[in-house]
């Protein structure tokens, strides 16, 4: 079966840097998202990758192995409005977004 | 301001009850999605529709229909609503031509409890 494995909450401290893990399983991929979603709010784009390697945006970065079937995003000098969810998705050989349950990021000053 | 708008943005109903959620999108994009999005699972799409005139099942469809009369409308009908579709709801566009790295816009979304 298809799956997305992130895990469920993290806690850092503002200004510091944090990684959010992602593995997943599809049959077959075309890609890898990362969205933002804030409490109570709608999930927003953040990133998208293909090929191996790191995409720089901001302060914020995403990885991706194919092979090893893993992305990560990066968080740089964390604010307290970084505190959302972060929601994984893969794309499928279908274009089917594939998504994890997300990863709740929890910022202490 | 160019987006999705979803209404209503709650709503409480009887089981049994008969709901459609609306969803309007003026980006002119060809694809349009529903999800709901429960606590502790991911995103799982109810219906999607790649271009006006056209719907297709996604991952959840038992109990939801759609239409798509034109391109800027999706709504979703829940025709007799039971407690296990109590949910946030989100509808999403994208812009088909770019298929493979289309980001979705998602509206605000819609809670409703079945009681």
């Known amino acids: 079966g298809q799956n997305i494995d992130q895990p469920t909450e993290m806690t850092a401290t503002e200004g510091a840097i944090v990684q959010i893990n992602c593995t997943y399983q599809t049959s077959g991929f075309n890609g890898l998202f990362w969205y933002q979603q804030h409490a109570g709010e709608a999930p927003t784009f953040l990133s998208y990758n293909v090929l191996d390697g790191l995409e720089e945006k901001g302060r914020f970065s995403s990885f991706l192995s194919r092979s090893k079937g893993y992305s990560y995003l990066l968080l740089k000098e964390l604010q307290m409005k970084d505190s959302a969810s972060y929601l994984c998705a893969a794309l499928d050989s279908n274009y089917q977004l594939i998504w994890g349950a997300g990863t709740k990021l929890i910022i202490k000053p | 301001i160019a987006g999705i708008t979803q209404a209503p943005t709650s709503q409480i109903l009887a089981a049994g009850r008969r709901m459609t959620l609306r969803c309007t999108q003026d980006m002119r994009h060809n694809a349009m999605y529903w999800y709901r999005q429960d606590l502790g699972l991911g995103l799982r799409l109810i219906h999607y529709?790649?271009?006006?005139?056209?719907?297709g099942k996604g991952e959840v469809p038992d109990g939801y229909s759609v239409s798509r009369a034109n391109t800027d409308d999706f709504p979703l009908t829940l025709a007799s609503a039971v407690p296990s579709q109590t949910s946030v709801y989100f509808c999403?566009?994208?812009?088909?031509?770019?298929?493979?790295?289309?980001?979705?816009?998602f509206g605000e979304g819609s809670r409703l409890t079945v009681l």
């Open positions: 999403a566009s994208s812009d088909s031509n770019d298929r493979a790295t289309g980001e979705l816009f």
């Open positions: 529709s790649n271009t006006a005139g056209t719907t």
